[in-house]
C-alpha cells in the first residue's frame, strides 16, 4: 500500500507514526506492518518498554470488572489473541488457572456470589468451578488450613513482559518498521493537506499521515499537543518477588473489600520459578514516584502471608508500576476531536491492558483502515 504518491518533503516520512514503544504502541505497529504500511515508532526512552508494559504482573487474564466495560470486551479477546500471537512472534505464555479462596463464614458467603457472578459469564469461554476442601488442597499443597472456600477459575496465561515486548520489537524491525529512541514527541503540526509533523525535544522530524498516540503515562498531554483535552492520574503498584514459595496457580481474595492499599492482587507464579505478590493499589505523588515505602511491602505481606502454609522469607525484588487511570475508568480509545479520524488516542489503559494488547491494535489497525 503506497499512501504517500509523489509528495516531496525533507523530513523523514511515514504512513503512520506511533507514539510509544509499550507493549500496546508495538503490536499496533506489528499489525499495521501487516498491512504494508510504513511505521515509525518514537520513543522518550532508549529501548521499549521501560514503564507500564514490562512493571506488570505478567498475568493474561479472563475477564474484568465491571463486566459490560470495554476493557473487559477488549480483554476477553486479547486472551484469545494472545494464544495465536505468542506462536507467531515467539514469545513464552504458560496457561494457568486462577483460585478465588476465602476464609470464614463471611468469606464463604461472599465466595459463593463471586460463585454465582462468575458462572453467569461462563459463556465466554472460561472454565469456573466451586472446589471442596479437600480439592483446594490438592489443586494448591501449599494453601493455608484456613482457606475452605475457593473457586477455580481457568483459562488465565503468565507471559513474561520484558519477553513479549523484546520479541515484538524485533519482529516489528524485521518487518521493516522504524524505530526513533531518546525522542519525545513536544511538537505536532497538521497541515492543511492534512500531513502531520511530528517534532521531538531532542531535534527529530516526521511526516506522518496517521499518528497513534500510545503514550501511557503521558497519553494526556501527548493528546493536548493535538488541541484535545484528558486527564491522567498516576496510580502506584508496588510487587515483591520471592524465591521460597512456590504455588501453582494465581491465588487471589474473593474479598476486594479492606485496606484499600491492598484492594485486588494476588499471588503470582512467574515464568522464571519467583512468585510475584501484589500489586498495591496506592497514590502516585507524581509520573516518576517509583518508590517504595516498608509499608506497602507490609501490607502485601499482612494481605498474602494468611493464604498460605509455608512462610514467604524475604522478597528477592520489588517491582513498581504506575496505572495511568481516569476518572472515567474504563479505556477510550477515539479519533482526534480537533483534528479527525487520522489519530487515534488511546488514554487511560490501565489493568488489564498487557491483555488487551493485541485486542486494542486490532481495534485501532480497523479505526485507521477500516476492513482493508
Ligand atoms: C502495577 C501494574 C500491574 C499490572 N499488571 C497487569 C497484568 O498482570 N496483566 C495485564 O493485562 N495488565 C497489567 N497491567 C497493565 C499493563 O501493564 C498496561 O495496561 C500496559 O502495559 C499499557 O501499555 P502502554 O503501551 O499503553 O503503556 P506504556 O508501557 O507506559 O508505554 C507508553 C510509552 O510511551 C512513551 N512515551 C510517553 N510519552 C511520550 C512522548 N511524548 N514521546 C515519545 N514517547 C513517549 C513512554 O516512554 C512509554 O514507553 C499492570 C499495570 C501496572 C502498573
Redesign the pocket.
Known sequence: MDLWGDVVELAEKYDVAI????????FTAYLLLEKRLSVVV????SR??????????????VVQTPFNSLKSRL?IEGNILHKRYSEIIGYRLEPLDTLLVTRGMKGAVIGRIAYWLLKRYRNWGFKVEKLSRQKIREVEPLISRDVDYAVLVGGYGIVD?RELVDKLEKTARSLGASFMYN????RVEVDRSSRIRLG?KQGGEILAKYVVN??????D??AGLFGDKYSIKPV??V?ALYRDIRVENIIASAIVAGRKKTKGGGI?PQLDGRVLL??TYEEASSRSDYYYTRESLRALEEKFRPLLRDDMGEPVEVV?????TTSWRDYIIEYSRAVGPRVVH?VG?????????PAIAEKVVYMLLGDT
Open positions: 507514539i510509544g514503544a509499550g507493549v500496546i504502541g508495538l518514537v520513543e522518550k526512552n521499549p518498554g521501560q514503564e507500564a508494559s514490562t512493571r506488570n504482573a505478567n498475568v493474561i487474564h480483554c513482559s525522542n519525545e514527541v513536544d521531538t500510545s503514550a501511557g503515562l503521558y497519553a498531554r501527548v502506584k503498584g510487587m503470582i501484589g500489586p513498581v508500576g504506575l496505572r495511568a488511546l489503559i490501565e489493568s488489564p491492558g498487557l491483555t488487551a494488547a
